[in-house]
């Protein structure tokens, strides 16, 4: 294995509300004419634009080429020129994952460097919940994407595998 090629999940949530407020856009319409219908569409359609582009036009992808010992972070930004940024293999030490804290927390991939001072996120994932019920608190469990990821990274690379150190804040990043 020449390449190790980690795309970036794409996250799903605008489409979510995007979802879940059509139906009141719906009912103001039928409640309050056109103008509501006109008034909510002039709010929400430029929002669904901008997210849909940046869904399409904006992939991110972090490619680890064995060969040439380098971690290649391609991404390109909604409105602008596609950057690529390239690091030595021998910089990094540790391949970790952890959990975001928040109220939508997001599962993080990401090499660490020889002093542990700083890290290059590789990939962010949904993560993954296993709570018993609606109502009972989600615990902190790895997604399965993620632990795949880190797993065969540090196997590949050769690199010290942290393990998943469940929810904390994200620290220093490379860019």
């Known amino acids: 294995m020449e390449k ?14 995007v979802a879940v407020f059509l139906p009141f856009i719906f009912c103001a ?15 929400l359609f430029p929002a669904m634009l901008i997210y849909g582009w940046s869904l399409w036009f904006s992939p991110m992808t972090t490619e680890i080429d064995l060969s040439a010992k380098t ?4 991404y390109r930004p909604v ?9 030595p293999l021998n910089q990094f030490r540790y391949v970790r994952s952890y959990l975001t804290i928040g109220r939508f927390p997001v599962n993080v991939v990401e090499l660490v460097t020889n002093s542990g001072g700083e890290a290059l996120c590789l990939t962010k994932l949904d993560p993954t919940t296993n709570a018993k019920s609606f109502f009972s608190v989600p615990r902190e469990i ?8 880190r797993e065969s990274v540090a196997s590949t690379c050769g690199l010290v595998d942290q393990g998943f150190l469940g929810c904390r804040m994200t620290g220093y990043q490379m860019h």
């Open 142 to 149: 790895e997604a399965e994407r993620a632990k795949e990821v």
């Open 4 to 17: 190790i090629e980690i795309p970036w999940n794409a996250h799903k949530r605008m489409l979510i509300v």
């Open 29 to 43: 319409f039928l409640t309050n004419g056109v103008s509501a219908f006109v008034f909510y569409g002039a709010v």
């Open 79 to 87: 409105f602008g020129k596609g950057r690529i940024k390239s690091y």
């Open 71 to 74: 971690v290649v972070h391609r």
